[in-house]
């Protein structure tokens, strides 16, 4: 029977092992800045690591996107006149 080569996508530009994870990870991420490093197990990777910075920027792009969400259901409602005066 063949050996059948599975491959994994990998979502970042820079990979690092686990064992080199262990060796020196606040390097790693120094080295990374706000890019994501894959970090493999077996060639497969195992584990995204994203800088604090990096990942509350990944929250505020979530957070956009579902505002935006809202702006598109939202359109074409029942529209509602109000004076300035009035609020």
Same mark, same amino acid.
């Given at each position: 029977?063949? +050996?059948?080569?599975?491959?994994?996508? /990998?979502?970042? $530009?820079?990979?690092? +092992?686990?064992?080199?994870? %262990? %060796?020196?990870? #606040? %390097?790693?991420?120094?080295?990374?800045?706000?890019?994501?490093? @894959?970090?493999? =197990?077996? =060639?497969?990777? @195992?584990?995204?690591?994203?800088? @604090?910075? @990096?990942? $509350?920027?990944?929250?505020? %792009?979530?957070?956009?996107? $579902?505002?935006?969400?809202?702006?598109?259901?939202?359109? #074409? #409602?029942?529209? /509602?006149?109000?004076?300035? $005066?009035?609020?």
């Amino acid at each position: 029977m063949d +050996s059948m080569t599975i491959t994994h996508p /990998i979502y970042a $530009e820079t990979t690092v +092992s686990m064992t080199d994870l %262990r %060796r020196n990870p #606040g %390097r790693i991420l120094e080295d990374a800045g706000n890019f994501p490093v @894959a970090v493999l =197990n077996h =060639n497969k990777p @195992a584990a995204y690591l994203l800088s @604090a910075k @990096a990942y $509350e920027a990944l929250l505020d %792009r979530l957070d956009d996107a $579902e505002l935006v969400k809202v702006v598109k259901q939202r359109q #074409g #409602g029942k529209r /509602i006149k109000v004076k300035l $005066e009035d609020l």
